[in-house]
């Protein structure tokens, strides 16, 4: 039964956004009663946590492993752009619940990511092994940067990006700022 409640919140947010996130209508979705979900999740914050959480455990990108840096990050933003309705759904939780509480971006981000190394620190991680980036380069912000301007694009334009913002957003921005100097 949690599966289903969490899977018709997800359905809810990703269509109604969070101003349709309510209990009556995921309770409907879900083929269950209000009380039910009270009893589990007290407050709309608590049911948009766990939807999140549970929608990210099951969005993992898969780690590319093409043998070059450069391909891994194009392949790996590729396959998040295949599916901006997902972030786009992160975001209306985001907006919309921003002011009513505990909800911050980073909240939100954290329970759809996990606390785990993702796909990214693992494409990173073969790069540092295969001698493509020198460790000291990587810090967090630099090895944030290639999904922090795709989520900034898809915020801005709604949608998926042009492969051709890719491949700037790799060889123009995150390539120069690791590759080897000297």
């Given at each position: 039964?949690?599966?289903a409640?969490?899977?018709?919140?997800?359905d809810?947010?990703a269509?109604?956004?969070?101003a349709?996130?309510?209990?009556d209508?995921?309770a409907?979705?879900?083929g269950?009663?209000k009380?039910v979900?009270y009893?589990r999740w007290p407050?709309?914050?608590?049911l948009?946590?766990?939807v999140i959480?549970?929608?990210?455990?099951?969005?993992r990108?898969?780690?590319?492993?093409?043998g070059?840096?450069?391909?891994?990050l194009l392949?790996l933003l590729?396959?998040?752009?295949?599916?901006p309705e997902?972030?786009?759904?992160?975001?209306?939780?985001q907006?919309?619940g921003l002011?009513?509480g505990?909800?911050?971006p980073a909240?939100?981000?954290?329970?759809?990511?996990?606390?785990?190394?993702?796909?990214?620190?693992r494409?990173?991680?073969?790069a540092?092994?295969?001698?493509?980036?020198?460790?000291?380069?990587?810090?967090?912000?630099?090895a944030?940067v290639?999904f922090?301007l795709?989520?900034?694009?898809?915020?801005?334009?709604?949608?998926?990006?042009?492969d051709?913002?890719?491949?700037?957003?790799?060889d123009?921005?995150f390539?120069?700022?690791?590759s080897?100097r000297?």
């Open positions: 039964m949690e599966d409640v969490l899977a018709a919140g997800w809810q947010l269509e109604g956004g969070y349709g996130f309510t209990y209508a995921i409907r979705r879900a269950t009663s009380p979900l009893r407050t709309r914050e608590h948009v946590e766990a959480e549970w929608r990210g455990s099951r969005d990108l898969a780690v590319p492993d093409t070059a840096l450069r391909t891994d392949a590729r396959e998040a752009n295949q599916r997902r972030y786009l759904a992160l975001l209306s939780a907006f919309g002011y009513e505990r909800l911050t909240t939100i981000r954290e329970r759809y990511l996990g606390t785990g190394p993702g796909a990214m620190s494409v990173l991680d073969h540092i092994e295969r001698g493509e980036i020198e460790p000291g380069v990587l810090t967090p912000t630099v944030a290639p922090d795709f989520r900034m694009h898809v915020l801005l334009t709604l949608g998926p990006l042009e051709g913002a890719l491949v700037a957003i790799v123009e921005v390539l120069p700022l690791v080897r000297g």
